[in-house]
């Protein structure tokens, strides 16, 4: 069975600042690993995943995640905060192969920015 | 555009009364999913569907009902034997459930707020 960890349910930085949001996942098979964002009373979209292959991954609005393996972690991070990145982000994991039942979510992490 | 559609966006139901929440895509998708979420708990599976008239429980499926007669579509029904049902009740789909696929992220509608009154 598969599992995701994510460290702090809330999460505050200042604008311009580094953002890191950490992830950890328990999985018997190679994983595929996903971060989406949540922005209030919306679904959830894709920022990035990893598959297989180069793991830096680099998603959309300057987000990327490194897959680290021997740490069994896929933590999130942007350079440079932006008011614009306030909202709930959320890891997943499904094992490779294809689950059945898609993916294991973590519990989310609401991500403040400070002005 | 591609998609998937999720209506009503919010709902009010009263006690006792079984309300049905809708979802339709034309990604051409074999996989769809329910998924419950509440402040601080994450998504929680309720059901899915890897094909047209077959679906499996997920973690949470006591008090709730689905179908599957057609690909696009995969409604939810809150029944009254659910004693808990104001959440945020999000739709998703991938291209399959199963078999080595390289693209298996879920696609997500932009949910149903229900909310019992």
């Known amino acids: 069975a598969q599992s995701v960890t994510q460290l702090g349910s809330h999460v505050s930085v200042s604008e311009g600042a580094l953002v890191l949001l950490r992830c950890n996942y328990s999985?018997?098979?190679?994983?595929?690993l996903f971060w989406y964002v949540q922005y209030p009373n919306q679904g959830l979209q894709l920022l990035l995943k990893?598959?297989?292959?180069?793991?830096l991954v680099k998603g959309i609005n300057g987000f990327e995640a490194e897959f680290k393996k021997s740490e069994t972690s896929f933590h999130l991070t942007k350079p440079s905060a932006h008011m614009s990145d306030a909202a709930e982000y959320f890891c997943a994991v499904s094992e490779r192969g294809g689950g059945a039942d898609g993916l294991t979510f973590g519990k989310g992490t609401h991500l403040i920015i400070q002005p | 555009d591609g998609g998937i559609t999720q209506s009503p966006k919010y709902l009010f139901r009263k006690e006792g009364q079984n309300v049905t929440l809708s979802c339709e895509q034309n990604?051409?998708?074999?996989?769809m999913y329910w998924y419950r979420q509440d402040p601080g708990q994450g998504l929680r599976l309720i059901y899915y569907?890897?094909?047209?008239?077959?679906?499996q429980k997920g973690d949470i499926a006591e008090g709730y009902s689905v179908s599957r007669e057609k690909k696009e579509s995969f409604p939810l029904t809150v029944t009254s034997a659910q004693k808990n049902p104001t959440a945020f009740y999000l739709c998703?789909?991938?291209?399959?459930?199963?078999?080595?696929?390289?693209?298996?992220?879920?696609?997500f509608g932009q949910g149903t707020r229900l909310t019992v009154v």
């Open positions: 999985s018997s098979v190679p994983p595929y």
């Open positions: 990604l051409n998708h074999d996989a």
């Open positions: 990893y598959t297989t292959g180069a793991t």
């Open positions: 569907s890897q094909i047209v008239n077959d679906f």
């Open positions: 998703a789909s991938s291209i399959s459930g199963q078999g080595q696929f390289l693209n298996t992220e879920a696609f």
